[in-house]
């Protein structure tokens, strides 16, 4: 199983907003509301952003939220801060108790 | 504060085999799932398998399903990854990372709910000859 789709890059100006896609299919992304965000800065922890679509932990700014629409998930970033600036992926349960992770995109703060 | 700690990075020639632990504290162990994750250099993030810390069940992805051995001591509030028949693409960053857990009525976890809260900082392991 190929992994989840995403954009290798966005980019975007401090202030503006930016959308990265996560397309699956509907066995996976389609099927269930198990999509969760991560951002991760080089040589640092993943970072959790947003879990069950669109839920966000205590903690991550009200900037970030998730959507899904059909077999696309999406998370919009607004207000875009320089700290921003990193790569993103989308993690999906895809069925049988296993997980599938996109592909990531990287997001360069102009 | 709810924290993993792996152990340190690991050199290992071909053919080897690793295992990468992955200390927990601040939380019941007990009730909650582990997940492990790969990342190879300019690579995206691998989901690799996880254990119930609890119950002791595992599952893995069937990219490594023959290679991997996820175990766990309760005792030690410890969980641990084994790799074997590393090869030079398995260079890489392993991290151990808390299911954030699928709560009840009452708020007590019940199993899975397939998203990563807490993650360790990684362990590198380099496979070379």
């Known amino acids: 199983q190929s992994a989840l789709t995403q954009a290798a890059s966005v980019s975007g100006s401090p202030g503006q907003s930016i959308t990265i896609s996560c397309t699956g299919t509907?066995?996976?992304?389609?099927?269930?509301?198990?999509v969760s965000w991560y951002q991760h800065h080089p040589d640092k922890a993943p970072k959790l952003m947003i879990y069950?679509?669109?839920k966000r932990p205590s903690g991550v700014s009200n900037r970030f939220s998730g959507s899904k629409s059909g077999n696309t998930a999406s998370l919009t970033i607004s207000g875009l801060q320089a700290e921003d600036e990193a790569d993103y992926y989308c993690?999906?349960?895809?069925?049988?108790?296993?997980?599938?992770f996109g592909g990531g995109t990287k997001l360069t703060v102009l | 504060q709810v924290q993993l700690v792996q152990s340190g990075a690991e050199v290992k020639k071909p053919g080897a085999s690793v295992k990468v632990s992955c200390k927990a504290s601040?939380?019941?162990?007990?009730?909650?799932?582990m997940h492990w994750v790969r990342q190879a250099p300019g690579q995206s993030l691998e989901w690799m398998g996880w254990?119930?810390?609890?119950?002791?069940?595992?599952k893995y992805s069937q990219q490594f399903q023959d290679r991997v051995t996820i175990t766990r001591d309760t005792s030690a509030s410890t969980v641990y990854m084994e790799l074997s028949g590393l090869r030079s693409e398995d260079t890489a960053v392993f991290y151990c990372?808390?299911?954030?857990?699928?709560?009840?009525?009452?708020?007590?976890?019940?199993?899975?709910?397939?998203?990563?809260?807490?993650w360790g900082k990684g362990t590198t392991v380099t496979v070379s000859s």
């Open positions: 254990i119930s810390a609890g119950s002791g069940n595992t």
């Open positions: 509907s066995s996976d992304v389609g099927s269930y509301n198990l």
């Open positions: 601040g939380y019941i162990f007990g009730s909650y799932t």
């Open positions: 993690c999906s349960y895809v069925g049988s108790s296993t997980l599938m």
């Open positions: 069950e679509v669109n």
């Open positions: 990372a808390r299911d954030g857990g699928y709560a009840d009525d009452n708020g007590l976890i019940v199993g899975a709910d397939y998203y990563m809260d807490v």
